[in-house]
Structure formats: structure tokens, C-alpha cells
């Protein structure tokens, strides 16, 4: 073995290493996108108790919000040979601070719902796939069949909150009608609140502005022929906090700097450094 190649970038200076070419079958990405969005006025629906409160709050302060859940669905576009278009839903948890004429703000939680639909490319592909699984005592199970349409791949970090407002059901003129039954929200999502959601035909209802990264790939299962250096066998040996003395464990821990100097502006990835490099 050559103990010389280990997994990373390749450089020019290894010379003819290549041992063998291999056929892998793996996940390769067609078409892909990002996109930077901001999603302004977006209704959240509040739970019944937090309604209440809603109802008899004076203002009102978004704090945060959290990707909870992402549903996709692959559809090939007509008249346009090996693009799809990709129909996602996304639901967030949005908290809020929420203050009434008197006492401390009460904090309270809601669902968020944006949709989204992006045409991208993903290739043709008209076979069948089987799969079985194996079973411990019998025949092994034979799947169901599919075909191999590209798969969604959608990618988010939770989003940036930038505002909150009230708006009364009889004032809302430049924000569109709200169009999601509430009632046909997944079980997974429900199951981040505490509580039934209240009838969203409230007469105070919030909206939210926030900005959302996402990227969306389209991906399909493929068998690539791939040159090959060696096998892959792990290097670093175990280390169990349970064995050996304490001690020596913590030896080979490094001081934290970070921790008590925080890094400076021009540390961090596309800062600008002052000239000094490796400066105590």
C-alpha cells in the first residue's frame, strides 16, 4: 500500500498511482440552483391559546424561526424533453414575542407555510428498478417497483426573521388571501406544537417577513466509472475517554484560545487580513 495517498485533494506530484478503474453507483446531481429570497407578509397561523393572546396584544416582535419540515414533488414539464419541475412546500416555526398593555411579553409559537416550484433539468430515463431486502428467515423481500425519475434534493438553513405585524381581518387589502388549509398540514409538523391550531378566519391575524438560502438539486442514480489509487483503511487509532489516565487525555487536548480571545474581523473566511500572519 501506498502510504502516501490518503483521502483529500489529489496533487500533480503523484504520479501514475492509479491501480484500477472501478464502476461505483452512486447519486449524481443534474441540474441545480440557489436561491436568496426574501418571503414578505407570510401569514402564521397561532395555536388557540396563543390566539388569546394575540387578540389582546398592543405590539408584537418576531424573534426567530426554525425549518421544521419540507415536502417535494417531482413533475416532468410537457413539451420540454428531460426537465421537471419541482413543487416545494416549506413549514416553519416562527416564535414571537408578544406584549399587551400591561405585564412582560408573552411568547408565543406559530406555523408558517411558503410554496415554492423551480424547473430544472434531470435527464430521461424510462427503466424500471427492483430492490429486495434482506430477511433473516425466508426469501428476501422483493420492493416494490419504481421508475427512475430524478430524486429532489432540497437544501435550507432556518431562515432570517426581519419583521412582524398585526393585521385585522378588515384592514387587509394589499396582502394576498390566505389559500393553506391549515387542516391539511402533516402530522409531523402538528407535532411541534403544543396545541390545536385556532380557526384561521381570525379577525387578528400576524404576518412575518423573513429570508430564506436554499439550494435544490436534481439527482438521479447512476453507475460512474471512477479510477481508484487504493483501498481506504482508517489511519487513527480509537481513543477511549475510558481508558488510561485522565489526565494524559486532557494533555492532548488544545488550549482555547477562541474562547477567550474571540477571533478578529479579518480571521474569519473573506476578511481581509492587516499584513501580520501567525502573529502572537
Known sequence: MNKGISPGPVGSNTGNCIKEAVCIHTDK????????????????????????IVDRAVSIKATTAELIWVTSDVEAVPFHSGYYSIDIRFFFRVTLDVCSDTGRPKRVEGLSVYDKKVVLFGSEGK?????????????????????NLPQAVVEAVDPITLSAKFVDRCCQRNIADDCYDIASTPDVVCGCFENVFSDPRAERRVYVTLGLFTIIKLERSVQLLIPVYDFCVPENESV?????DPCDLFDKIKFPVDEFYPPQKHDFAGGTSNGCNNCC
Not at 446531481?29 to 388569546?52: A, F, N, P
Open 29 to 52: 446531481v443534474y441540474d441545480s440552483c440557489r436561491d436568496k429570497e426574501c418571503l414578505e407578509d407570510i401569514r402564521v397561523y397561532l395555536t388557540v391559546g396563543d390566539q388569546e
Open 127 to 147: 427503466s424500471k428498478v427492483f430492490r429486495s431486502v434482506y430477511a433473516a428467515s425466508g426469501y428476501d423481500k422483493q420492493l416494490a417497483g419504481k421508475t
Open 240 to 244: 477511549s475517554s475510558t481508558q488510561g
